[in-house]
C-alpha cells in the first residue's frame, strides 16, 4: 500500500483527518469535506481528544465498511505499545489499511519483515535530531509525524518556535513530514505551514472538538487554503 505516500510525494500540501471516534459517519463527512486521508484508531488512550479507543477487534466490523467505502487512504494506530500493536499488524494489513501510525518506540522489530504497510512514523519532543535523522536517512519511516508537542502546550496558539522545529526536522530528509495539530492550527496557518516544508496537515480534535463537532467546517476552510497554494 502507497496511496497516502504518492499523495504526499505528489501534492503540494496533503490533508489528513484523524477521527476523533471510530464511526463511519465520522469518516464518510471527512472524506466528503476535502479530506485526503483518514486515520483511525485501537488500543489506544488518546491524549489530544482525551477519547479511550477501545480494542481492535471491536472495530472490526467499522473499519471493514470504512476501508470498502472510502475513496482515500485509511490508515491506523494499532496500539500504544510494541506488544499490543504487533499482535495485530499482519490483520490490519490483511483488511486492507494504507498505513499504520506509530510512534518509533511503539513501532515493533517485525514491522520491518515485509509488511505492504506503509509506515507514518511517530515522534515526540524525547527524540533528539541526530536519532530523528537516523530514522529518516536509513529506511525506518515512509512518512513522518511531527508529534513534538509537549502534552501541557497541547491545544495552545501554534507560534514561531514551533514552525521552526517543523522547518528543522522537515530539512533533515526528503521523507514527507506531518503535522498534527497538537497546537490550535488556523486555516489561514497553511501558507505559513508550507513554507516549513512540511508535506501534510493532520487534523484531530484540537480542530474539531473532541467529537468531532468542528469536522466539516474545519476541513472545508483547510481544503480551500491548501487548493490555493
Not at 175 to 195: E, G, M, R, T
Request: hydrophobic share 40%; with cysteine.
Amino acid at each position: 500500500m502507497n496511496k497516502l505516500l504518492n499523495k504526499m510525494k505528489e501534492n503540494k500540501m496533503t490533508l489528513i483527518a484523524s477521527l476523533p471516534r471510530n464511526e463511519y459517519n465520522l469518516a464518510k463527512l471527512a472524506w466528503e469535506s476535502g479530506a485526503d486521508a483518514i486515520k483511525v484508531h485501537a488500543n489506544v488512550f488518546h491524549n489530544a481528544s482525551q477519547n479511550n479507543f477501545g480494542l481492535f477487534a471491536d472495530f472490526k466490523a467499522e473499519f471493514a465498511r470504512i476501508i470498502k467505502d472510502s475513496p482515500v487512504p485509511v490508515g491506523i494506530v494499532p496500539g500504544a505499545s510494541t506488544e499490543s500493536s504487533e499482535m495485530i499488524l499482519r490483520e490490519v494489513e490483511q483488511m486492507g489499511f494504507d498505513f499504520i501510525s506509530l510512534y518509533a518506540h511503539h513501532t515493533p522489530a517485525s514491522y520491518y519483515y515485509g509488511l505492504n504497510l506503509n509506515n507514518f512514523l511517530s515522534i515526540n519532543s524525547s527524540y533528539s535530531n541526530h536519532e530523528i535523522s537516523d530514522l529518516l536517512n536509513n529506511g525506518f519511516a515512509n512518512m513522518l509525524e511531527l508529534s513534538i508537542i509537549d502534552k501541557e502546550e497541547y491545544g495552545s496558539r501554534l507560534n514561531a518556535r514551533d514552525l521552526s522545529k517543523y522547518r528543522t526536522i522537515a530539512s533533515l530528509s526528503d521523507v514527507p513530514c506531518v503535522v498534527p495539530s497538537q497546537k490550535l492550527i488556523f486555516s489561514k496557518d497553511i501558507p505559513v505551514l508550507f513554507k516549513t516544508g512540511v508535506k501534510a496537515i493532520m487534523l484531530g480534535a484540537v480542530v474539531f472538538g473532541r467529537n468531532g463537532e468542528k469536522m466539516e467546517e474545519s476541513l472545508k476552510a483547510f481544503r480551500k487554503e491548501i487548493d490555493q497554494l
